[in-house]
């Protein structure tokens, strides 16, 4: 599976932006999608989740009100719409993908493949 993120960019606190993650290779209907986020000088970490069957999804508290997960099946492609967009949301945000339907929060070490980053920075 190839997975491209992208619709990243700057944007004033309190503004939104749109990812993409979009899948090539594979169908992503046997798949967990999950987006995470890398900060500088911080740990790659969990934001949102979509389970591609039943479109259960998960947030990390830090997004959760703010952002919401969503896929197009006939584009195989997984969206993350994030609002009120805060100064602490800078960051190179992934997609990636883990075999299997998973209920609860991904874990890095967990995901079978992963997309380059999209730079996420929001201006205060």
């Known amino acids: 599976v190839q997975l491209q993120a992208s619709g990243g960019g700057l944007v004033q606190a309190g503004g939104s932006l749109r990812l993409s993650c979009a899948a090539s290779?594979?169908?992503?209907?046997?798949?967990?999608v999950g987006w995470f986020r890398q900060a500088p000088g911080k740990e790659r970490e969990f934001v949102a989740s979509i389970t591609w069957t039943i479109g259960y999804t998960n947030y990390a508290d830090s997004v959760k009100g703010r952002c919401a997960v969503s896929r197009d099946n006939a584009r195989n492609t997984v969206y993350l719409q994030m609002n009120s967009l805060k100064p602490e949301d800078t960051a190179v945000y992934y997609c990636?993908?883990?075999?299997?339907?998973?209920?609860?929060?991904?874990?890095?070490?967990?995901?079978?493949?992963w997309g380059k980053g999209t730079q996420v920075t929001v201006s205060s």
């Open positions: 290779g594979r169908t992503l209907s046997s798949y967990t």
């Open positions: 990636a993908v883990r075999l299997g339907g998973t209920l609860g929060t991904l874990s890095t070490s967990g995901m079978d493949y």
